[in-house]
């Protein structure tokens, strides 16, 4: 019988009911400051940050705000994010059917997994989705901004960035298909020293180099994969938000940094220009 993988971090890291829920995405993404551009070219793939929504959710919000041109296109997501709680070699698909959250169900992609499971490094591990946060807490932006989708989500543990590649690769797809990664940046710094890293780690980013480690990005495993990917399509890459947990909700002196990546198709006006002054310029916390 097909089962549903319920919320596990409902009314812990985002708010448990759908009317406070919805109205909480909502507010984040009307007040996030990248601009929608209905008009723009859609991205192939977003990195955004995955901790309690009070922290993280405005930066996450300024990356979701650029796929509303896709509400009626994008019809699948490929959904990374780092374990957390249980360790996996490769990376884990669950055994259920579907995801819940107090928006509702989301059909896992069957035949997309079936693909995915023809690899040797990829299999079904139900613990691992289990309790895993860094994927769930994507889903009720994703359930705001498109209209009917389905997820192929993957817990990626102990793998290589060739192996997340091949994977992203295998499902690439057309403009039915965006990729999201999840990741956090640095963890438990004050907020002088992350702001150092986080800039570092995001010029890293930017410059399509797989070699970021766990120290600067708990996601660095699936960025890494999404960056060998998007260096062989040739995808233009622009920094949407930097900040961190001191800027948000947090105290500045152990932060938890946090960032907003769009991938695009090439064929628009270059951002780097926009994204090395965010580097050079990240805000401090008033």
Not at 15 to 22: D, W
């Amino acid at each position: 019988m097909p089962s549903i993988r319920p919320a596990a971090v409902a009314g812990m890291f985002y708010p448990g009911t759908p009317a406070l829920l919805g109205a909480a995405v909502r507010a984040y993404l009307a007040e996030a400051r990248s601009p929608a551009q209905p008009d723009a070219r859609v991205p192939k793939a977003l990195i955004v940050p995955h901790a309690g929504y009070v922290y993280s959710a405005a930066i996450a919000a300024a990356a979701y705000r650029r796929i509303a041109a896709g509400r009626e296109t994008i019809r699948r997501v490929l959904l990374l994010g780092p374990v957390h709680r249980v360790p996996v070699r490769g990376l884990a698909l669950p055994a259920a059917h579907a995801f819940a959250t107090p928006l509702g169900a989301v059909c896992v992609d069957a035949q997309a997994v079936a693909r995915a499971l023809e690899m040797p490094h990829v299999a079904v591990h139900e613990a691992a989705h289990a309790l895993e946060h860094s994927l769930e807490v994507q889903l009720p932006f994703l359930q705001t901004m498109l209209d009917e989708f389905s997820v192929v989500p993957f817990a990626v543990g102990d793998a290589s960035a060739a192996e997340v590649a091949a994977v992203i690769e295998g499902l690439w797809g057309g403009p039915e298909t965006l990729i999201v990664v999840s990741s956090d940046l640095s963890h438990y710094h004050t907020y002088a020293a992350a702001r150092q890293i986080d800039r570092g780690t995001a010029s890293t980013i930017l410059a399509l180099d797989p070699t970021l480690d766990h120290d600067q990005a708990c996601g660095a495993t699936p960025i890494n994969g999404l960056a060998l990917c998007a260096r062989r399509r040739r995808l233009e890459v622009e920094l949407i938000d930097l900040r961190n947990s001191g800027d948000t909700a947090g105290d500045k002196s152990r932060v938890v940094g946090y960032a907003a990546f769009a991938f695009t198709e090439r064929g628009r006006p270059t951002t780097q220009d926009a994204a090395a002054a965010m580097l050079t310029e990240a805000p401090d916390a008033g």
